[in-house]
C-alpha cells in the first residue's frame, strides 16, 4: 500500500505488518491457523478457549505450522477489577493454555478505574512478568 504526500513517523520496526485473525468460528480458526501471525479468539467464548485452541493447533498441525509462529491473545475484562490473588491466578491459568498476550480492558468510572489502573500496575504487571 503507498499513500503519496503521507508520513508516519516513527517507522515501524518490524518490516511486516502482523495480521491478527479475530474471531471463534471454524472459518476464523481456519483463516488464523492458515494466514495469521496471532489469533485473538472473542472474549465471550471464554469457556470455549480451551476447545477453540485445540482446534488451531490441530489446523496448525496439518497444514505443516509450528506453534511458535502464531501468537494468541484474548481478553481478560474482569482483570482489572478482580483482587489481585484471583488475578494472578487467571493470569496462570491463561498461560497455562497457551495464551501470549492478555487484553485487559479499562472499566468503570473515572476515580474508581485510576485506582484499579494503580493497583494492577503495582500489585499484578509486577508478579506477573
Do not use: Y
Not at 515501524?12 to 492458515?34: D, F, M, N, Q, T
Not at 467464548?45 to 505450522?65: A, P, S, V
Amino acid at each position: 500500500m503507498n499513500f503519496d504526500s503521507v508520513n508516519c513517523n516513527p517507522k515501524p520496526i518490524c518490516k511486516k505488518l502482523p495480521i491478527i485473525i479475530g474471531g471463534h468460528s471454524a472459518r476464523a480458526v481456519k483463516r488464523a491457523a492458515e494466514f495469521g501471525d496471532g489469533f485473538f479468539p472473542a472474549t465471550g467464548m471464554q469457556n470455549d478457549l480451551e476447545f477453540i485452541l485445540g482446534l488451531l493447533w490441530k489446523k496448525m498441525d496439518e497444514i505443516g505450522r509450528e506453534l511458535e509462529e502464531i501468537e494468541i491473545m484474548t481478553g481478560c475484562p474482569e482483570l482489572l477489577t478482580s483482587p489481585s490473588e484471583e488475578a494472578l491466578k487467571e493470569i496462570k491459568n491463561k498461560q497455562e493454555q497457551g495464551i501470549h498476550r492478555l487484553v485487559v480492558p479499562l472499566d468503570g468510572l473515572l476515580p474508581e478505574m485510576e485506582t484499579n489502573i494503580l493497583r494492577f500496575g503495582k500489585e499484578i504487571i509486577k508478579e506477573a512478568q
